[in-house]
């Protein structure tokens, strides 16, 4: 696992060990920021249930003010912070320990980007979807990862599917408001 372009390109992450983290793959993460490539810099981004952090670090890479990592297990949260360390993104990076829609519920900061990549069968996305919208500013985007088997709405808050990415069987499902993208 690397990041793959940007100011820290070709830097290796460390993953967790084991099966139950499943690492965005290269494809899926290079086609996710063809998704966002003229969104990302200078803007703040949420990365949620982070795993190794990579998503994040990767846009902090191609330019982010700002990426927050949300997890609530602490071998991700010791993944994350080492990676964040090896990138030299202490200054624009921050890790919450918590669960998702803890997180989510809290007041805070609005956000430019949010990307969700939780365990797939654990049921999260209908819990989190209606949070999040809370949480991105009008001309925000929300970019979700998802198995095919998975039936995202068309529609959550503010927010509706603008498009749906297939990658064989991952999928990237992207929520606006109608009219405020860029």
């Not at 993104?89 to 007041?107: C, K, N, T, Y």
């Amino acid at each position: 696992m690397r990041i793959i372009t940007g100011l820290r390109r070709g830097r290796k992450l460390q993953s967790l060990p084991g099966g139950d983290v499943r690492p965005t793959t290269d494809r899926v993460k290079e086609s996710l920021f063809n998704i966002l490539q003229f969104r990302i810099e200078g803007r703040s981004f949420l990365d949620l249930y982070a795993g190794s952090g990579q998503i994040g670090l990767e846009a902090l890479s191609r330019g982010a003010r700002l990426a927050v990592f949300v997890d609530n297990k602490r071998a991700s949260q010791e993944v994350i912070r080492s990676n964040i360390k090896a990138t030299g993104f202490e200054d624009r990076a921050q890790l919450i320990s918590a669960d998702a829609a803890v997180f989510l519920g809290s007041p805070g900061e609005a956000f430019d980007i949010a990307f969700l990549d939780p365990p797939y069968y654990a049921g999260e996305f209908e819990t989190v979807l209606a949070l999040v919208a809370s949480r991105v500013k009008d001309t925000g985007i929300i970019i979700c990862e998802h198995p095919g088997t998975v039936t995202l709405p068309d529609s959550f808050g503010r927010f509706h599917r603008q498009k749906s990415y297939r990658y064989g069987k991952i999928y990237l499902t992207a929520y606006e408001i109608p009219g405020n993208g860029e």
